[in-house]
Nanobody, 120 residues
Framework: QVQLVESGGGLVQPGGSLRLSCTAS????????MGWYRQAPGKQRELVAAITSGGDTNYSDSVKGRFTISRDNAKNTVYLQMNSLKPEDTAGYYC??????????????WGQGTQVTVSS
């Protein structure tokens, strides 16, 4: 089992920055692929960024060049640095921990979410 707690959301003006944090407990953090997802009202949850246990990253096209995902395994924490924020980035942001055990089994955990609102 993995417990995930997000923090760092809030209200920011367009062009501003926020850093989200997600701290994990309950298992070996370093072996999980960690991801940030977001969900706006009336829309499906979408992947924003992910980082593997080896440090490989991928980003959605909508945030490339503006957002940076990183992890600190010593602190069991994954971060999402969000710069040049736009109103369309407004959403609930959710932390995810994923691990595939074998061809048939995987583990998937979610945090409770943190709200990001970009508005003037």
């Amino acid at each position: 089992q993995v417990q995930l707690v997000e923090s760092g959301g809030g209200l920011v003006q367009p062009g501003g920055s926020l850093r989200l944090s997600c701290t994990a407990s309950g298992s070996i953090f370093s072996i999980y692929t960690m991801g940030w997802y977001r969900q706006a009202p009336g829309k499906q949850r979408e992947l924003v960024a992910a980082i593997t246990s080896g440090g490989d990253t991928n980003y959605s096209d909508s945030v490339k060049g503006r957002f940076t995902i990183s992890r600190d395994n010593a602190k069991n924490t994954v971060y999402l640095q969000m710069n040049s924020l736009k109103p369309e980035d407004t959403a609930g942001y959710y932390c995810n921990a994923y691990r595939r055990y074998n061809k048939y089994e995987s583990a998937d955990y979610w945090g409770q979410g943190t709200q990001v609102t970009v508005s003037s």
